[in-house]
Nanobody
Framework: QVQLMESGGGVVQAGGSLRLSCAASGNIFTINTMGWYRQAPGKQRELVATITSRSTANYADSVKGRFTISRDNTKNTVYLQMSSLKAEDTDVYYC?????????WGQGTQVTVSS
């Protein structure tokens, strides 16, 4: 089993920045993918960004150039630096971990961007 602990959500004005963190613990495999998805009420969960254990990153088109994903493999932690935030970035952000066994999800952290 893998447990994910998210932090860093909150309220920010449009144009501002926030940094999300997610620490994984438990039975971590060296080869894995971590990242972030987001979901608004009544909508499907959508990709924000993922990063492999070799630091290959993938971004949704809607966040390219504004968000940066990174990770610290020594701490099993993934970060999402969000800049130039827009009202439409308001969502619950979920941390994601995947290895050959399964996918795991955090409980979610609310990000609210006020316009």
């Amino acid at each position: 089993q893998v447990q994910l602990m998210e932090s860093g959500g909150g309220v920010v004005q449009a144009g501002g920045s926030l940094r999300l963190s997610c620490a994984a613990s438990g039975n971590i495999f060296t080869i894995n993918t971590m990242g972030w998805y987001r979901q608004a009420p009544g909508k499907q969960r959508e990709l924000v960004a993922t990063i492999t254990s070799r630091s290959t990153a993938n971004y949704a088109d809607s966040v390219k150039g504004r968000f940066t994903i990174s990770r610290d493999n020594t701490k099993n932690t993934v970060y999402l630096q969000m800049s130039s935030l827009k009202a439409e970035d308001t969502d619950v952000y979920y941390c994601y971990y995947s290895d050959w066994r399964s996918d795991y999800w955090g409980q979610g952290t609310q990000v609210t961007v006020s316009s």
